[in-house]
């Protein structure tokens, strides 16, 4: 079961946006809308920020917005703020495991 | 409020059984639409599906552990459980239950987490 692909770290200053990409294929990212992205504080579980792409859960900041383009999809964070600094996974559903689920590797924001 | 609450052993011996158990309360397992998944994260690792199971029964496994994972439910106890066999020190992870939306594809309640660790 091959992960989608997300660069390994990320960082930015207080107040800037930052953006991290999840890489797959045409059997996973390309192929649906069923991208997710969650984020994760040290010693906590994963949380979901965005789900089928581009969709907020109700008390997730609008700071956090999710987007596609072709094989990559993007969680871009504005107005960066300390508490984001955590660890940031995409999943999105595949064709190409029985398993039909997928992890990215995983990124972490490093806030300056 | 749906919670989940995994129990089981936290201590195991290579070639043992690993058997962990998700509690589920707030809502009933046998709820349609959704699925009820085991996911692990090793120390300073990322994560990792272990696999799957629908209310009908149907279970979906990681193919890298399918000859090793069971998947169950336990529908008078709202309960769902995981047992992985033949574990080594790679099974060390904390291993989460958690609820899947199958309209949407993704996990909307985690359990908190239970460390598992496999000595040789």
């Known amino acids: 079961q091959s992960a989608l692909t997300q660069p390994a770290s990320v960082s930015g200053s207080p107040g800037q946006s930052i953006t991290i990409s999840c890489t797959g294929t045409?059997?996973?990212?390309?192929?649906?809308?069923?991208v997710s992205w969650y984020q994760q504080h040290p010693g906590k579980a994963p949380k979901v920020m965005i789900y089928e792409v581009s969709n907020r859960p109700s008390g997730v900041s609008n700071r956090f917005s999710g987007s596609k383009s072709g094989n990559t999809a993007s969680l871009t964070i504005s107005g960066l703020q300390a508490e984001d600094e955590a660890y940031y996974y995409c999943t999105s559903y595949t064709t190409s495991s029985t398993l039909n689920w997928v992890f990215g590797g995983g990124t972490k924001l490093t806030v300056l | 409020q749906l919670q989940l609450q995994e129990s089981g052993s936290g201590l195991l011996m290579s070639s043992q059984t690993l058997s962990l158990t998700c509690s589920v309360s707030g809502g009933s397992i046998t709820s349609g639409g959704y699925s009820w998944s085991w996911i692990r994260q090793p120390p300073g690792k990322g994560l990792e599906w272990i696999g799957f199971i629908y209310q009908s029964g149907n279970t979906y496994y990681n193919p890298s552990l399918k000859s090793r994972v069971t998947i169950s439910l336990d529908r008078s106890k709202n309960q769902f459980s995981l047992k992985l066999s033949s574990v080594t020190a790679a099974d060390t992870a904390v291993y989460y239950c958690?609820?899947?939306?199958?309209?949407?594809?993704?996990?909307?309640?985690w359990g908190q987490g239970t460390l598992v660790t496999v000595s040789s």
């Open positions: 958690a609820r899947g939306d199958g309209s949407s594809w993704l996990i909307d309640y």
């Open positions: 045409s059997s996973d990212v390309g192929g649906y809308n069923y």
